[in-house]
């Protein structure tokens, strides 16, 4: 069973920048494809943005698109979410999942294999 560690979460001032990070425990996320969901209380879980184990990247069609960018580093088995402008409606938990079909990027949250713990973050005017 893989598991999946976020960080980088944290409080943030509008208009202001967060990186989370995704790691795995067995060190195979380079293999995975990646998405990043965040959900609000008693809301579904939202796609954000995703990535094929190749580097292709895929985004929500909302506001995040042009402020998030996706990334990953296989030297390091870590994948990313850089967060910038931010705003309160981005307040939300984060969580990184990955699937096991590495060459495509579902916005499904059903369609993931595994999934981490979650990473607060928490947008302030």
């Known amino acids: 069973q893989v598991q999946l560690v976020e960080s980088g979460g944290g409080l943030a001032q509008v208009g202001g920048s967060l990186r989370l990070s995704c790691v795995a425990s067995d060190g195979t996320l380079n293999t995975y494809s990646v998405g990043w969901f965040r959900q609000l209380p008693e809301k579904e879980r939202e796609f954000v943005a995703g990535?094929?184990?190749?580097?292709?990247?895929?985004y929500a069609f909302g506001s995040e698109k042009g402020r998030f960018t996706i990334s990953r580093d296989h030297a390091k088995n870590e994948v990313y979410l850089q967060m910038n402008s931010l705003k309160p409606e981005d307040t939300a938990v984060y969580f990184c999942?990955?699937?096991?079909?590495?060459?495509?990027?579902?916005?499904?949250?059903?369609?993931?294999?595994?999934w981490g713990q979650g990473t607060q973050v928490t947008v302030s005017s």
């Open positions: 999942a990955a699937s096991r079909a590495g060459w495509v990027v579902s916005r499904l949250p059903s369609r993931f294999d595994y």
């Open positions: 990535m094929t184990s190749t580097g292709i990247e895929t």
